[in-house]
């Protein structure tokens, strides 16, 4: 039978289909469970299903973007704060440990897209990737969708942008340079803090973010420009001065296009996931975070000082503005200067007082 999810890698790395399928409410036919046997993906569980666009039309945001590509569903990289959890329930699926472990590979997407972007009606338009959950999350690494997505917008010239976390990004950096010649192309990393601590109890599955600064100036240096979107600052837990001044600093000396705060937003459904983290690693938080989301947004009083802090420091430590979907020449390695290492900031770091209680735990939240 033509299988279209079968990979060259089906006998050395997956379990082969053992004719289990799974009917996943949103997917027409049933979905080809798998299960993988490397130590690297122990606990993971992959559905692979046949989806019926790739090319998805969101609602207008203030992100600047209409047309997403999500070839996956859940991500392994379990951040304790991830806006996208809520959308594994629409698959029967639950928020916490299925978002982290199950996860939807659609398998013909790369075929999708071919045919999408050559309709007469398609747009052009930009697409951004990364949006939703990880294009580069630990699956992709052995599905290499991603591949075939950046193969067709290059070939079809269709500007696209790449939020990610993940420093699989420089397997394609070929591609990502191949675009950028010819059309716009940019791409982020997401780094909320370069605090060791705080990166390993929030963001588990994810590379140590200074790996990603590396990353991003490795890109930088070949044309493909790369920033930072700050996101998400947890205030009370990756705000103090220390922390932002490290994170601002690192990212200004990898070279960032551009540095964006965004402070933690918990919208419902993800509130449900983050409250009993907040109990098991922050109990002292719980609290004040009950009053301060009493909505999804923290209130001005909080946000604010933040953001303005981060602006503060970027111009301080002379960082670009951005975001930029410019094409940027590529500049000799000279030019900027390389990533901090990891054992440099966590020394950086190392010595600064744990945390201390924000002024915003002991005073009445504003807003
Ligand atoms: S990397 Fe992004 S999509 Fe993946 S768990 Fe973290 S926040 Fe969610």
């Excluded at 009493?294 to 420091?313: D, F, H, M």
Aim: charged share 25%.
């Amino acid at each position: 039978m033509f299988y279209p999810g079968r990979m060259r890698w089906d006998n050395q790395l997956l379990e082969p289909p053992q004719g289990e399928t799974a009917r996943l409410p949103l997917f027409g036919q049933e979905a080809i469970v798998r299960r993988v046997n490397t130590p690297e993906f122990k606990g993971m569980t992959f559905y692979e299903v046949q989806a019926k666009s790739t090319i998805n039309h969101v609602k207008p945001n203030n992100m600047g973007f209409s047309w997403t590509i999500n070839p996956y569903r859940g991500c392994s990289h379990a951040c304790s704060y991830c806006f996208a959890r809520p959308t594994h329930t629409y698959l029967d699926l639950n928020a916490g440990i299925d978002f982290e472990t199950k996860i939807i590979v659609k398998v013909n997407a790369v075929e999708l897209l071919r045919r999408e972007l050559r309709k007469p009606s398609w747009p052009g338009e930009h697409i951004a990737m990364g949006t939703n959950t990880d294009n580069y999350q630990r699956a992709e690494g052995r599905y290499r969708l991603m591949q075939g997505i950046l193969s067709e917008l290059n070939a079809n010239r269709n500007p696209y942008s790449i939020l990610t976390k993940s420093t699989l990004i420089q397997r394609d950096l070929d591609l990502l340079v191949e675009g950028a010649a010819v059309t716009d192309v940019s791409t982020s990393f997401s780094v909320g803090t370069v605090d060791e601590e705080v990166w390993r109890k929030t963001e588990p599955g994810t590379p140590h973010p200074l790996k990603r600064l590396e990353v991003l100036s490795k890109l930088n240096r070949a044309g493909v420009p790369c920033g930072i979107l700050m996101a998400p600052v947890l205030p009370g837990i990756s705000d103090s001065p220390e922390q932002l001044t490290a994170t601002v600093r690192a990212a200004a000396e990898a070279g960032a296009t551009h540095i964006t705060p965004l402070v933690l937003h918990l919208r419902p459904g993800v509130k449900e996931e983050f409250l009993p983290w907040l109990e098991r690693e922050y109990p002292e938080l719980v609290p004040p975070y009950r009053k301060m989301y009493r909505g999804s947004n923290a209130p001005k009083s909080v946000a604010e000082p933040i953001q303005k802090a981060v602006y503060a420091l970027r111009d301080q430590h002379g960082a670009r503005r951005g975001p930029s979907h410019r094409r940027s020449k590529p500049v000799g390695s000279a030019e900027l200067k390389p990533a901090p290492q990891v054992e440099q900031m966590s020394l950086d770091l190392g010595d600064e007082p744990k945390r201390q209680v924000p002024k915003w735990v002991t005073e009445e939240v504003k807003d």
